[in-house]
């Protein structure tokens, strides 16, 4: 892709400008993580507590809890994985491990599979992008799709790569960490529905993973990725000022609540940096590179499906205009 003028790409002068910028001008005073990570962790508490109330608009109440907090905690669980939650490495990897066991997601899997996503967004080796599949496969997940209730984007796109990226890998330590962690997820999960309950907690579970999924969907993964991946070129990799075409950034209120996921193609040009210094990365963009944080990003109202998902037949950018 490089040298290719089709793609507004930042320079590596303009890309360690931004970097430069994004941590000199000061330090976050606002905590927006710390924020979303104690507002992710009291939803799930209380869901816990009010499903002890033991009726039915308890357990209702209980599952649209859950549902928002596992929504929050899979962004807390990306965060972790990028070891830009707090500074101590360890702190980190506990967190992740944590919020894993609450979102029914390894944690050493879902790190491992994400960094596989950043290196090699794409391409066909980027695990979370939709492979093709024979025309009965295709036709199914686009009947899914329109029906708008199902979350088969993020299941099949987010969930399940994730979930079972240590189980193809060649490392015997890797997948026994995986084993262990599945356990460890069951157990926890087990323990839960022997105390609240069993029927009445598998019922709420399963009902707020299938609202978190849908929430997942709507608000990020229908737009971050799909239609892009992957392109089509002889590239084994991207570098990361490169892979701003492979993402999208949306409009979001109160987006410090979710760490600034929305903003995707910032994140893609510096994975590691916090997640409160993305919004320093977009203003940078805004005012001396809009080429580049215009292409493919769209702006959609908070819940409004994509008019064309495009899953099986990805474009080089579809931004119009």
Not at 282 to 293: G, S, T, Y
Request: a positive charge; aromatic letters at 12%.
């Amino acid at each position: 892709m490089s040298g290719n003028h089709e793609y507004p790409v930042l320079t590596r002068s303009e890309h360690r400008e931004i970097f430069r910028a994004a941590q000199q001008s000061g330090p976050v005073v606002f905590p927006w993580h710390l924020i979303a990570l104690l507002v992710a962790f009291l939803l799930t508490l209380s869901s816990y507590w009010v499903l002890m109330l033991e009726s039915t608009w308890a357990c209702c109440l209980s599952g649209l809890l859950l549902a928002n907090g596992m929504l929050m905690l899979q962004v807390v669980l990306h965060e972790a994985a990028h070891h830009s939650l707090f500074r101590s490495s360890w702190v980190n990897a506990v967190m992740g491990w944590f919020a894993g066991l609450l979102v029914l997601t390894p944690f050493s899997s879902y790190r491992r599979g994400h960094v596989a996503h950043h290196c090699f967004a794409g391409t066909m080796r980027d695990p979370t992008a939709a492979p093709d599949a024979p025309r009965w496969h295709k036709g199914v997940v686009t009947c899914l799709v329109k029906l708008h209730v199902v979350p088969i984007l993020y299941l099949g796109g987010v969930y399940v790569p994730y979930l079972i990226y240590d189980s193809k890998s060649k490392s015997t330590k890797h997948k026994l960490e995986w084993c262990l962690n599945l356990l460890e997820i069951i157990l926890l999960q087990a323990m839960l529905a022997w105390l609240l309950g069993p029927v009445r907690y598998l019922i709420v579970l399963a009902f707020a993973f299938w609202l978190s999924a849908m929430l997942y969907e709507y608000l990020f993964t229908q737009h971050q990725h799909v239609g892009l991946l992957p392109v089509p070129r002889s590239n084994e990799r991207y570098s990361l000022r490169e892979q701003q075409v492979f993402s999208r950034s949306v409009r979001m209120r109160c987006a410090g609540l979710l760490m600034f996921f929305n903003l995707h193609k910032e994140h893609h040009l510096f994975p590691s940096l916090p997640c409160c210094y993305l919004p320093r990365v977009h203003h940078w963009l805004q005012q001396n590179r809009p080429d580049v944080l215009g292409f493919t990003s769209e702006h959609l109202g908070v819940l409004q499906r994509r008019s064309d998902l495009r899953i099986y037949a990805p474009s080089e950018g579809d931004h119009e205009g």
